[in-house]
């Protein structure tokens, strides 16, 4: 016999999975956008540890002289990128969902014994719940990097129509500057959620496709509704709700 | 069976997206968009955009040149006469001496360029709502936008005549405080700083004044038309 835990509700899926392409079409677009003054490095001292971008890197994705298609596809889809970001904030401050996203007081704590836990320093386990504290972190620091991304992308777009943008952001160049190390930040955000993905499994993976995640009493690992018993004095509804039991 | 839908209409739609025809060498739909963002973005605040402005020291010295296109090395300033076409065979040739009889505008701010870079430069010249007042241009005003071309037509913009009446817009022939160089569109060049650099034509020859949008030579090249801040 199997248990079959709702776990992702469709709104979060949609968001999610809408986003990903959405975000991947303004990431490309931005690089063309970017090729045309690429001048960041990432220096110490005078010593120039990295640049942003080789003229291989750029030649191997067919960059150079993009600019113009660039813009064009950057200032369309901005829209659904922002607009899809808008629903998701608001869906999941309407359905409670903000519950278990928002890093708490124990956040940063946890948050550090995950990462000791996940780098195999430490073999504690900490609390899971339906999303751990790193992930918590995580999960709503990638939302205030969007945000960023919309006030430093206006601060740059219009910097005299929303000159307190820019103002805000510390000039247009700054503004620039921030509005890339946020897309770094989003790519590198990117290669640690698939390593962590994968590491975690198919099981967890096809729960952000169909929502539900199945559990056999066999198997030995943590199970994340444990985590929610544990705290009766949550008076939310539980983030995973068990179906009626199915026949395997 | 939903995520397969998804998957599927967002394969169709890139793919739809991608077999529209192109409009000046962008996708039709992403012209509309920029078009539409025009509408959005356009003076939604207030009568005047104006720019942020520096002072004197903050102004660099090496003006960056990025673009000659357009430009001559043999135009001659007692020769040249800028020519403000306002109807079929009425032609009014203004001199540069002649413009520099109206009140000189003095304009420091940060010059954008559609690439990224950026300069605080400093320009000076006549304000445009004075020239189209003295020259009794006022009439035109009513016109959606505003074309120029460089003598020999090979560069070429149109600006929306919201943008053109700018208080910041000037028709500019000093730069830090010199007549303008060569490389900077000497004799009379165009600083517009709601908008993007690619606007603001050196070497004017023609100016007029249109309901349809004049040619311009970077929209022509898949660039936003609109172009502005």
Known sequence: MKTVLKKHPLAIRWFHWINFPILGIMIWSGLLIYWAYSKYTLSVGNRQLFHFFSPGFYKALKVPHRLAEGMSFHFAFMWLFFGNGLLYVTYTIFSGEWRYLLPNRKSFKEGWQVLLHDLHIHKYVPPQDKYNAAQRIAYTAIIVMGFGSIITGLAIYKPVEFGWCTWLCGGYESARLIHFMLTIGYCLFFVVHIVQVIITGWNNFQSIVTGIEIFKPITPEPQPQMQIETQPEEVQPSPIEPLPNEEA | ?229
């Open chain 2, 1 to 229: 069976m939903i995520f397969v839908v998804l998957l599927a209409g967002g394969f169709f739609a890139w793919k739809w997206l991608n077999d529209q025809p192109q409009d000046h060498m962008i996708l039709k739909p992403l012209r509309k968009t920029l078009e539409a963002n025009e509408k959005v973005f356009k003076g939604t605040l207030g009568k005047n955009k104006e720019s942020k402005t520096y002072t004197v020291a903050d102004a660099v010295k090496n003006v960056k040149v990025n673009g000659l296109i357009g430009i001559q090395d043999t135009i001659d300033a007692s020769k040249w006469r800028l020519q403000v076409i306002r109807g079929a065979g009425d032609t009014l040739k203004i001199s540069l001496d002649e413009l520099k009889q109206l009140p000189k505008k003095d304009i420091i701010f940060d010059f954008k360029c559609i690439e990224g870079w950026s300069q605080v430069t400093h320009w000076a010249g006549v304000s445009m709502r004075d020239f189209m007042e003295h020259y009794h241009l006022q009439g035109f005003e009513q016109m959606q936008y505003a074309g120029l071309q460089t003598p020999n037509k090979k560069y070429y913009v149109g600006i929306d005549m919201k943008s053109f009446l700018e208080p910041q817009t000037i028709l500019c022939y000093e730069m830090n405080d010199a007549p303008l160089p060569m490389k900077q569109g000497y004799p009379l060049r165009l600083i517009i700083p709601v908008k993007y650099g690619i606007k603001h034509l050196k070497c004017i020859g023609t100016m007029f004044f249109s309901n349809s949008k004049p040619p311009d030579y970077w929209a022509e090249q898949g660039y936003d038309y609109y172009a502005g801040f």
